[in-house]
């Protein structure tokens, strides 16, 4: 994480202190926990079926996280996270202009990075590293298309808010991906570092199973911005 300026020598108690970690540090562990917005963008190619459109929804990001400190500008973290990866389709056309669907999915993500780090006090660093992940839940909110409204123009019975119900046939509940990012840190009271990260969850899984043939794949890319506090053990 972040630290003072101290010169690396063995200690009384076996342990090592690099350069760059707190003068206070006697372990190189430290815990913390987070939390944020996110904005997700849903990847899907919609081939020939042009009038309808995916745009971003934001979320939340929530979790608690366990840093490893090797070196003074090394740290190997994992996370305990809750993501949020919303979207929303409309259909943009002339005949059916009311019809949408926002789409509320919370994943539970482990994601396992190594930061890289410069600076004293003030801090500037890199994150990379991989996670996997598990689909907890869904909700599904809009308007569809009334089985009546070329006779009646009637639409306004047609909304809907409700939970999304898991088929095991069609949907794939595990994730997968790539995250990276930057962030900024800062220590303050010796043993409390204070941090604003910026991360990009790039998912390499498709959200729905081969169930048939001809499938568009879908994936996710959410981006996260979180602020955290940790703690020197």
Not at 196 to 214: I, P, S
Request: aromatic residues 14%.
């Amino acid at each position: 994480m972040v630290g003072s300026v101290c010169v690396g020598k063995a200690q009384n108690d076996g342990t090592f202190r690099g350069t760059l970690l707190p003068d206070t540090a006697v372990s190189r562990w430290s815990v913390g926990v987070f939390g944020g917005i996110t904005s997700n963008h849903h990847v899907i190619d919609v081939l020939y079926a042009t009038d309808m459109k995916y745009t971003d929804l934001g979320g939340y990001s929530a979790g608690a996280t366990v840093s490893c400190h090797p070196k003074g500008w090394l740290s190997l973290r994992a996370d305990v996270a809750m993501v949020q990866k919303n979207y929303r389709m409309d259909r943009d056309n002339r005949y059916l202009p009311f019809v949408y669907t926002e789409s509320s999915n919370t994943y539970l993500s482990l994601p396992v990075t190594a930061v890289l780090s410069l600076g004293r006090t003030f801090r500037v660093c890199g994150v990379v590293g991989g996670y996997v992940g598990y689909w907890l839940s869904g909700r599904r909110e809009g308007q569809s298309l009334s089985v009546t409204y070329l006779t009646t123009g009637n639409q306004d019975d047609t909304f809907f808010d409700e939970e999304y119900v898991f088929n095991d046939v069609r949907d794939n509940r595990f994730d997968a991906g790539i995250v990276f990012g930057a962030a900024l840190r800062c220590t303050v009271a010796k043993k409390l570092d204070l941090s604003a990260e910026l991360r990009w969850y790039y998912g390499l899984t498709d959200v729905q199973k081969n169930y048939q043939q001809n499938l568009n794949p879908r994936y996710n890319t959410t981006r996260t911005l979180q602020f955290g506090v940790s703690y020197w053990l």
